[in-house]
């Protein structure tokens, strides 16, 4: 007896720590899938208000280091320059937590996959590139000898920290959202305006090359040309003085006219498809759960309150009757 109340005992011990895993384990699981809903809102389908505070702390930081990589061309005061210099390590530290912490979550951001291709698959994804892009150059000359001039050119990266607004900003979701849909007839108008600019600009040189050797050097001088005039800007560094140029150059201009429409007319059209795709999902969303709609939800309401109405005073007509009698 004492022999079975030691081994119970014992197995008490032993599974004391088990439990004590799987009960970590469980709260590190909520607390994981907590920080996945603040940080993918829209993914998880629930906008709560600690991830509206962290896309706008984000928002607000990206402004800030954007704003900060154009004042500091200017010649400012020492005192400015240190705060912006903060202002940059600051949003640093905050970008880096941000980026180890998608990272952290990759799996839930891909279920199908086991954890390790889920991160893997997330660094290798556009968003998560252009966070470790827009973080590197702070870190760079801290790990490897760069230059003054290299330093310089690699801070440049850093504004690349406007594409990190689209996870935070509709608009710009709209607009990536439209270049994905029409990115097949965007890429046919532009290969035809890539192909009438080379055949221009090889015209071009051929006719103008014998009047003025100085400015159509080669076909790239031709190309430019070509551009300038097919995008209708004309800055005038560069233009025909023969017949046949001339008469190039003319019918170049009016072709300009129609091949910078095309793709605008794509993308116009693109964003009026997504704008009518938003007010029907709009529209859907006020049919309430039991799939009737709003106005017909209020006439049952009217007709309800019309039969309350007169049962009212059919009830009311009885007892005057009852008095009466």
Not at 78 to 85: D, E, L
Not at 263 to 274: D, K, R
Request: charged share 20%; proline share 3%; with cysteine.
């Amino acid at each position: 007896m004492c022999q079975m109340r030691t081994v119970w005992s014992k197995g008490i011990k032993q599974s004391e720590p088990k439990q004590n895993m799987k009960a970590w384990w469980m709260m590190y699981q909520r607390v994981k899938q907590r920080v996945f809903a603040v940080i993918e809102a829209e993914r998880c389908g629930k906008v709560s208000l600690a991830s509206k505070l962290f896309a706008s702390v984000i928002f607000a930081l990206i402004a800030v280091s954007i704003f900060a990589v154009f004042v500091l061309t200017f010649d400012l005061p020492v005192g400015v320059q240190k705060f912006f210099a903060q202002v940059e390590c600051g949003s640093v530290v905050i970008f880096s937590a941000e980026y180890l912490v998608r990272l952290w979550t990759a799996d839930l951001l891909y279920p199908a996959l086991p954890h390790w291709r889920a991160r893997i698959r997330y660094i290798r994804s556009g968003l998560a590139l252009i966070d470790l892009v827009s973080i590197l150059p702070y870190f760079i000359p801290y790990v490897l000898p760069v230059n003054l001039l290299g330093l310089r050119s690699l801070r440049l990266f850093r504004l690349l920290r406007i594409l990190k607004m689209r996870r935070y900003t509709d608009s710009l979701t709209s607009i990536t959202s439209v270049l994905k849909q029409k990115s097949y007839q965007l890429l046919v108008s532009m290969s035809l305006v890539s192909v009438l600019l080379l055949i221009a600009s090889l015209l071009m040189y051929h006719l103008e090359n014998g009047a003025q050797p100085d400015k159509f050097v080669n076909a790239f001088s031709g190309f430019w040309w070509a551009v300038v005039t097919l995008t209708t800007v004309g800055y005038g560094d560069i233009y025909p003085i023969t017949v046949g140029g001339r008469l190039l150059g003319a019918m170049i201009a009016i072709l300009g006219i129609g091949m910078v429409a095309i793709p605008t007319s794509i993308l116009s059209a693109g964003f009026v498809e997504g704008l009518s795709k938003r007010s029907k999902a709009e529209s859907k969303s006020n049919v309430e759960s039991d799939g009737i709609p709003i106005n017909q939800k209020e006439l049952e309401k009217l007709l309800r309150e019309i039969v309350r109405d007169e049962l009212r005073k059919h009830e009311a007509e009885k007892d005057i009757r009852k008095e009466s009698i």
